[in-house]
């Protein structure tokens, strides 16, 4: 024990891709445009949902508390990503990484409840419509929300002190382009096998679970499309949902090859490519798929900006 102590691990480094660190300065402007355009884009949605009071219903709730949660989510990455990518030494203290891995798992877990959610709310609009606004009051859609963020923030914490009391007393470099839970278990230098167990349990029942139901809602959403009448609607509402479904099985596929197998060892290539993928790309469409497709929240913007320029209505605003 003596020896552990002296040689414990106070500091990680971030490998991250070490054949593109000459791309740098390239790569941090790429990067901090996706950024800009994550915070653009969902802060535009979040007051648009904010100040028109048209779009004061559940459904646009959620998008609004999704927006939230996605610049918060990369909020957690994101920076120190940049910052790395112009640093020589890109460590870590052993706390931050603790604290990144909780909230980033945190986040994404609430992020997984809330597109459950979401899917629900659409499956009782479209699948049941006279008794939507009876089910889906203003309180149970708070309780739902509220819900979603609780779950996300317990089930992490157990993980996270199961980790932080593991010893690392070798090798300090964590291949990854962030903390992350399965990276920096391969760096521990003790058995962790039932730790690996305990991980695969938890994600597969958050990732499978949240999974399913939202397809089955969907299917049920897209078999209820089927039986409208009119071409213009049932083509206008599929193309919405195969776009919603398009974002959930990037995101849910990316993240479950990350996090639900029941090994060490894994490619530490293709984990970091999925990281960009799921931290980045998916909170870039996300604020285009569920919104600025969305007619009222165009028209709602469409209505502020028209009242900031100061157009009137005869020109179309």
């Not at 629900?120 to 009876?134: E, G, K, M, Q």
């Not at 399965?182 to 039932?194: E, F, H, I």
Request: positive net charge.
């Amino acid at each position: 024990m003596e020896n552990w102590n002296k040689s414990r691990v106070t500091e990680f480094i971030l490998v991250g891709f070490p054949n593109l660190y000459s791309y740098g300065p390239i790569l941090f402007l790429c990067l901090l445009l996706a950024y800009l355009l994550i915070i653009f884009g969902n802060v535009l949605i979040f007051i648009t949902i904010c100040l028109d009071t048209r779009l004061h219903i559940p459904m646009y709730f959620c998008v609004g508390v999704l927006s939230i949660l996605e610049l918060c989510y990369t909020a957690v990455v994101i920076p120190k990503m940049l910052i790395n990518l112009l640093k020589p030494r890109k460590g870590i203290y052993f706390t931050n990484c603790l604290l990144q891995i909780y909230f980033f798992h945190s986040l994404g877990v609430s992020e997984c409840y809330l597109l459950t959610t979401m899917a629900y709310d659409r499956y009782l609009a479209i699948c049941h419509p006279l008794r939507y606004s009876s089910i889906m009051t203003a309180k149970l859609t708070i309780q739902l929300v509220c819900t979603c963020f609780i779950a996300g923030f317990l089930f992490p914490a157990p993980e996270v002190i199961l980790i932080s009391h593991l010893p690392y007393c070798g090798s300090n470099e964590i291949q990854h382009i962030f903390c992350d839970a399965p990276a920096l278990l391969s760096v521990a230098c003790t058995d962790k096998s039932v730790l690996v167990l305990i991980e695969f349990i938890v994600n597969s029942f958050i990732l499978f679970g949240t999974f399913s139901f939202v397809m089955i809602s969907y299917i049920r959403i897209i078999v209820a499309i089927m039986k409208i009448n009119s071409s213009g609607g049932r083509s206008k509402a599929f193309s919405t949902c195969v776009s919603h479904l398009a974002v959930v099985l990037v995101f849910y596929s990316c993240t479950t090859f990350v996090y639900v197998r029941l090994r060490e060892s894994y490619s530490l290539y293709y984990d970091r490519v999925l990281a960009v993928i799921y931290t980045v790309l998916t909170p870039i469409f996300n604020p285009i798929i569920y919104s600025l497709r969305n007619k009222e929240i165009r028209l709602a913007i469409k209505r502020r900006m028209c009242n900031r320029t100061g157009f009137s209505k005869s020109v179309h605003c």
